[in-house]
Every structure is written in C-alpha cells, then in structure tokens.
Nanobody, 122 residues
C-alpha cells in the first residue's frame, strides 16, 4: 500500500483546512486508517483514526474540531480540520493498518504517507 497525503498549507487561527490521503492497493476498504502529526521537537502523536467498519476515534485535543472520514470507492481518507489553533501546526501523516483496527501508537501501522505541512499562523 502506498499513501499520498495532500492538502496542507498556511491558515489563520480559527480557519479550516482539509487533508486527503490517497491509497493504492485493493485492500484499502479493509484497512484501519489514521492521521498523526509531528511538531518540531515533539514526538509523533495520534490525531484521529477510522476503522474498516467506519467507527472513529480522536485525540482529546482535536475532538469536536476535526473529523476523519473515508471513501472506499476512491481509496481516500480525509481529515477535515476546523477552528484551527497555532498548536495544530505540524507535519500531518496518514497511516494504514492491515488489521483494520486503529491504534494510538504509531507502531500499530504498517504503511505511512510522506506527510503534509499544516501551519496555523496569523
């Protein structure tokens, strides 16, 4: 599975941004998908995930502001980010788990995209 993340950019605080992660391969619909982020000098952290059955989970820091979704017909997972804050600034990575589940630990994923930079600043 190859993952290609896109959609990052510069946005003002309070603004919105939508990230996409396009996946190759025929097993996408059975994969657990997640978004992680990594700010300079910090460890990679879980943002949100969606299991193969469609249920989701989010980090407390983004609950109510971010929404993860998937389109199995398009082999794509999305992250809609609203009410963005400067502390959301990071490189965002998408990840895939062949098991179909999601994990808060990066070690729970088999494939990673290249990352897309999100900068929240005025």
């Amino acid at each position: 599975v190859q993952l290609q993340a896109s959609g990052g950019g510069l946005v003002q605080p309070g603004g919105s941004l939508s990230l996409s992660c396009a996946a190759s391969g025929r097993t996408f619909s059975q994969s657990g998908m997640a978004w992680f982020r990594q700010a300079p000098g910090k460890e990679r952290e879980f943002v949100g995930g969606i299991r193969w059955i469609g249920s989701t989970a989010y980090a407390d820091s983004v609950k109510g502001r971010f929404t993860i979704s998937r389109d199995n017909a398009e082999n794509t997972v999305y992250l809609q980010m609203n009410s963005l804050k400067p502390e959301d600034t990071a490189v965002y990575y998408c990840a895939a788990s062949r098991k179909g589940t999601i994990s808060y630990d990066p070690k729970g994923y088999d494939f990673w995209g290249q990352g897309t930079l999100v900068t929240v600043s005025s």
